[in-house]
């Protein structure tokens, strides 16, 4: 077999099969990471996908000499199923709470004495550690020296380099060098005399640059070394112009080629401390480090520092909700324009239509992931995404699911909106009821400051617990400023451990967004972002509170309003006549009058 041949995953899994045998590896581990234990990767690192066909964000594929298995969440079984038909690798439904059952079951799939191979490079240092304690009870060794795709992936893309561009001064109140004394404080803490940073979207906040290097994320590769006097910025070299050498050095940051990363590590004066995070460097950059260097394990600072928005930041980010909803209303406005006169529409053309709205703004820079657009039995599955190529036509009765968002220099937006098309059921209606009421439990929620963001999860899903249903996703993620729109510390998932890093804070942008979904019917799912800050409290305790932050109408016809006591009537009224009053003076014609249709208050029984 050639690899010009290798065009299905099942002849790919052949190929490669052959590649383990020959170098005596008895099964291989694929994460979706890369190294810089990244959720989004570029094309070169997406070898899950290459060997697999399933495009999704997340899943881990495990591959022995006579089986292979794919795990992944409950957004994505259906989508798996589909597109691991043929491919000889079996679906593995993951369940919350069981993030370990691939280990288990390679462990429990070889015999003692056998060697389970996987790339250092592209594997986080915790994932690492904890397989090799699971296969260590068993006999079961790993070996982790290098990349074996390279010897079946003859068509792997090339490393992109993106230009870099600033963060727009007037968006920043601090510089690099004021971030990086910030992080030197907390390595003080830590007795630590560097800082080993792969992470991204740590290292575009810390630096202030931005790229394109992975879709839909303003990231560009790259590694960051703190000490206590300089940092050492690892990227292709190309890449950085003359204005942003200066720019980097007068905030005491020095640049050397991304290539050079692991041979810098290797080369920290001896008897030394590090600060690592195990989830946010790869096993090769650990395995780089020299023996008498002691290793401080920690959470990443930066994680915490840019996970806290400033006053500034926050007044940005509303200025981005505002217009990002007056571009919401010209999109909504022109979707249900064009299906009152019969005109055909896709789910496609809605995705076109978000991004023509939005990109109107100066600040626009793109979406901030792929829009997920599905009507009816597509809403069903929680990540499905139309495309130019496959979408569906939006006619007939039902519910319309649309999760969007986008990337401003003064923020990033992610919004899910249900919209009703021609009559949906009552049943539909209950669906989306039930998630408004989980909505606005957590929105209204009061909480002590410091509490761990997973205990807050069931405020969410309480409403539809009580009718015995439930989602598989989490209700909540933290928002980056104009970076990912996926980042932490904080997780409102009742299956997140419940840490001291997961702790919220004033400051912080997170998403709620519950949902509930019916297989190859219908789902349902509403999401708001919302800033954390402090309120008052009687005791004298320090407690926290919700300011929502999106701008854009519920469609109250998606529900049964029976269901919504009055307390929740007067919520969703106070939320719609603050739309109206914030969008209603930047809107005109049709967008207008479908704002002020859809912000029409309930009257409370």
């Not at 190529?389 to 006619?395: F, K, V, Y």
């Not at 719609?576 to 005109?588: A, G, I, K, P, Y």
Request: hydrophobic share 35%; aromatic share 8%; with cysteine.
């Amino acid at each position: 077999m050639t690899k010009a041949s290798l065009t299905t995953p099942s002849s790919r899994l052949t190929a490669f099969r052959q590649v383990l045998d020959e170098h005596q590896i008895d099964a291989w581990w694929i994460a979706s990471s890369d190294p810089h234990c990244s959720e989004y990767l570029p094309d070169h690192w997406n070898a899950r996908e290459w060997l697999s066909g399933f495009d999704g964000s997340v899943g881990t594929l495990v591959i022995t000499q006579d089986s292979a298995g794919l795990w992944v969440d409950s957004r994505y079984w259906d989508q798996a199923e589909r597109q691991l038909a043929g491919s000889g690798i079996k679906l593995m439904k993951l369940t919350p709470g069981n993030l370990g059952a691939a280990m288990t079951w390679l462990a429990e799939s070889l015999s003692p004495g056998q060697t389970v191979g996987l790339d250092p490079h592209v594997t986080p240092w915790s994932i690492a550690r904890h397989l090799q304690e699971v296969l260590d009870d068993k006999g079961i060794s790993i070996r982790a020296e290098k990349d074996l795709l390279d010897d079946v992936w003859c068509t792997r893309p090339a490393l992109p380099c993106s230009r870099l561009y600033t963060h727009e001064r007037r968006y920043l109140d601090e510089t690099p060098a004021d971030r990086l004394a910030r992080i030197r404080g907390e390595m003080t803490a830590q007795q630590a005399d560097f800082h080993l940073i792969s992470s991204l979207d740590d290292i575009a906040w810390i630096t202030q640059l931005r790229g394109s290097d992975v879709a839909y994320n303003p990231l560009f590769l790259s590694h960051l070394l703190i000490d206590h006097q300089q940092a050492t910025l690892f990227t292709r070299l190309d890449r950085v112009d003359e204005e942003q050498r200066d720019f980097l050095r007068q905030n005491g940051i020095h640049v050397t080629d991304y290539g050079e990363w692991l041979s810098g590590v290797m080369s920290l004066s001896s008897g030394k401390r590090a600060l690592m995070d195990p989830n946010k460097v790869s096993l090769a950059t650990r395995q780089a480090v020299p023996e008498n260097i002691h290793v401080v394990e920690g959470h990443q600072p930066s994680s915490l520092l840019k996970g806290q928005k400033s006053g500034q930041d926050i007044h940005h980010i509303r200025t981005v909700m505002q217009q990002d909803g007056v571009a919401l209303c010209q999109a909504f406005s022109w979707l249900e324009d064009q299906l009152q006169h019969g005109k055909t529409v896709t789910e496609w053309d809605v995705d076109q239509a978000l991004v023509s709205a939005r990109s109107t703004y100066n600040d626009f820079i793109s979406r901030s992931f792929g829009t997920m657009c599905g009507f009816n039995a597509n809403s069903a599955q929680p990540h499905y995404q139309p495309s130019e190529t496959s979408h569906a036509l939006i006619e007939g009765n039902g519910l319309l699911l649309i999760d969007s968002g986008a990337h401003y220099q003064g923020g990033t937006t992610d919004i899910t909106r249900m919209i009703a098309i021609g009559q949906p059921t009552a049943e539909q209606r209950r669906d989306v009821t039930l998630v408004l009421k989980g909505v606005i439990a957590l929105t209204r929620a009061k909480f002590p400051r410091g509490l761990p963001s997973p205990f807050l999860d069931p405020l969410a899903r309480a409403p539809l617990w009580a009718e015995g249903r439930n989602y598989g996703h989490g209700t909540g993620h933290g928002v980056g400023y104009f970076l990912n729109v996926h980042e932490g510390p904080q997780s409102i998932a009742w299956y997140t451990p419940p840490t001291p890093s997961t702790a919220m804070q004033p400051g912080m942008v997170t998403s709620i967004e519950p949902g509930h979904y019916r297989p190859g019917e219908w789902g349902a799912r509403l999401e708001n972002l919302v800033a954390t800050h402090v309120c008052e409290s009687d005791s004298g305790e320090s407690f926290l509170e919700f300011e929502t932050l999106t701008l854009c109408p519920i469609d109250t016809r998606c529900l049964s309003l029976d269901l919504l006591d009055d307390s929740e009537i007067s919520w969703l009224n106070r939320y719609h006549s603050e739309v109206r009053e914030r969008l209603s003076s930047s809107v005109n014609g049709k967008a207008r009058d479908w704002l002020l249709e859809r912000t029409v208050a309930i009257n409370t029984r």
